[in-house]
């Protein structure tokens, strides 16, 4: 075991530190701007490559590996501004929490190893993490890690873990190839071979504590635990059959929703008119007469809203795939925009070498020669005409960038604009091709009405004839000399059914015009804030690339000064 551990005094495990002490820590503290700029700069180069590296602007969407090691830093915060990192490490400092890296989606490569990190957590939309290291923290358990469907290793050695519930949620991370679990308790139970158990209960992995796992080895693995590996392998399927059935109707609902059709689907239109319906269901006390009007009522009212239901979703597909056509538009253009912009910059970063190349030599020389002399005169003017070359260059590609970005900027607004007017003429045609089911629907309300004002009579008039008064249903028998008590029985449910379809109705009118303004609104925002993003980014290199000249001057003056015995 490469990393040394302590005992405290009740027994638990406690990650020895001691090489850290010697480390001349800063002020312990919270991820900022700053440091990430710094830590981008200081990495790797060495002599002459560091400073050119320095010398280049700090685009921070080009960043793809980021180390903040040994920095005593107490919070994770300020990593949105690295949505393409590929790299973190964060290894040596004093974490406690993971936090604040759920929006570093492009991440693969994590490292935590050797802070206080007490629970794993926030890892969830880390979809691309192939590389995970949690060594040496204060874990106790195994925990939400299910959705790193890419990770391949996971070291959390020397961490508190003392329990085996969370290793086997290990089985859904099917491309989990290497595992580290050692020094911690479980790894120390006397009589129980941990290496055993993980080979056994996790058949996609490849390495354990990095020995390579044989397949000798996995089946007498297999064999010893196989009373708990049936058990863990029955848990499972029972959870990936509910897990797929809970995503089905996830996704059906979703479905529905955007079709705007969600609960059409059955008869819960019709059981909602019924429900609160107080006078229809002292109509319905008459009986048979009144059962059989209700159900072809029933009938009539599934009929419309299945007709509702299914024109819904087929205009939905129609939307949809306007939405994707418009979003797949908007990418590619970006992504060509992005190319040119990119291959501008690059030929400007050749000319630029080329130009310090230059520059230098001849400031260079300028600090060797006499002062005032002819060839100090000389260099001056040459010195003089690489500025003035440099500033035009960098104001032309400065001006090509810009208007290739605002001309992209109007074209998005005018496709936007574009799209909107389509998409709302389709949102449009559905909802008068929905709104005439729904009059229909309330026709059929009518008809209804219609029947069971007659029905209703006609039975009140035979219990009359036949002066069977005391059959009549206690809530009626007040009806059984005013028909006008009738009429507004029937009429109060009218008005109840009728107000259900009208709700349900308007739900969907005022849901689909709320659906195209929030999605143009949100199209509208995600283009003004990368619009803003790029003049920022633009703005940013020039700046970047003048103060890198203007400087050049002081920093070969210090170096000769630095280079004198």
């Known amino acids: 075991m490469d990393e040394e551990t302590s005992s405290t005094q009740d027994g638990s495990r406690e990650p020895s530190r001691d090489f850290l002490e010697e480390i001349n820590f800063p002020e312990p503290g919270i991820i900022n701007l700053q440091m990430i700029k710094s830590a981008y700069l200081e990495e790797g180069q060495r002599g002459e490559t560091r400073r050119l590296h320095q010398l280049q602007p700090v685009v921070l969407e080009r960043i793809k590996t980021l180390r903040l090691e040994f920095k005593n830093i107490l919070r994770i915060d300020h990593l949105w501004v690295l949505p393409n990192l590929t790299k973190l490490c964060l290894n040596c400092n004093k974490i406690e929490v993971i936090e604040h890296i759920g929006m570093l989606t492009a991440l693969k490569e994590l490292n935590l190893s050797f802070n206080y990190i007490t629970r794993i957590e926030n890892l969830e939309t880390l979809v691309n993490l192939e590389v995970l290291s949690l060594f040496s923290n204060h874990i106790k358990k195994i925990e939400n890690l299910e959705t790193l469907d890419k990770l391949v290793i996971l070291s959390i050695g020397n961490n508190m873990i003392d329990k085996f519930d969370g290793i086997e949620r290990l089985r859904f991370v099917s491309s989990l190839k290497v595992l580290n679990l050692e020094g911690n308790p479980i790894a120390k139970l006397p009589d129980f071979p941990l290496s055993q158990y993980v080979t056994a209960i996790l058949p996609q992995l490849n390495y354990y504590e990095y020995v390579f796992i044989k397949d000798e080895m996995r089946e007498e693995a297999q064999k010893r635990f196989y009373r708990e590996l049936r058990e863990i392998e029955g848990k499972q399927e029972r959870e990936i059959q509910a897990r797929e059935t809970e995503a089905r109707e996830h996704a059906e609902a979703e479905r529905l929703a955007s079709s705007f059709v969600e609960h059409l689907d059955g008869h819960q239109l019709y059981e909602s008119m019924w429900r609160g319906d107080e006078d229809g269901r002292v109509l319905m006390l008459i009986g048979p007469q009144a059962q059989e009007l ?41 992504q060509q925009l992005q190319s040119l912009g990119q291959q501008q910059i690059d030929e400007f970063l050749q000319y630029r070498d080329k130009c310090f190349e230059e520059a230098t030599t001849t400031l260079r020389r300028l600090e060797t020669c006499e002062e005032n002399s002819e060839e100090h005169l000389q260099l001056c003017e040459a010195m003089d005409k690489i500025n003035e070359q440099f500033e035009d260059t960098l104001h032309d590609m400065w001006h090509s960038l810009m208007a290739q970005e605002l001309h992209l900027h109007e074209a998005v607004e005018e496709s936007t604009l574009n799209f909107e007017r389509r998409i709302s003429r389709l ?44 059959s009549v249903p206690k809530e009626l028998r007040k009806c059984i000399d005013d028909r006008d008590a009738v009429l507004k029985l029937v009429a109060d449910m009218k008005a109840t059914h009728v107000a259900r379809v009208e709700e349900r109705e308007d ?59």
Request: aromatic share 8%; net charge negative.
């Open 294 to 334: 209700a159900e072809e009522y029933t009938k009539d009212v599934h009929e419309l809203t299945q007709a509702i239901y299914k024109l819904g979703l087929a205009r939905f597909s129609e939307r949809d795939e306007e939405v994707k056509d418009f979003s797949g538009s908007l990418q590619q253009g970006q």
């Open 427 to 470: 949102m449009s045609r559905f909802v008068e091709e929905a709104q005439v089911f729904f009059l229909q629907l309330r026709d059929v309300c009518q008809h209804f009405s219609h029947n069971m004002t007659d029905t209703v009579s006609r039975y009140l008039s035979n219990k009359l004839a036949q002066q069977d008064l005391e």
């Open 507 to 565: 739900r969907m009118v005022s849901r689909s015009k709320e659906f195209i303004d929030s999605l143009i609104r949100k199209r509208s925002k995600e283009e003004n804030e990368r619009h803003r993003a790029k003049i920022l980014e633009i703005n940013s290199f020039m700046e970047m690339m003048t103060k890198a000249l203007s400087n050049l001057p002081e920093e070969i003056h210090q170096e000769l000064l630095n280079s004198e015995p």
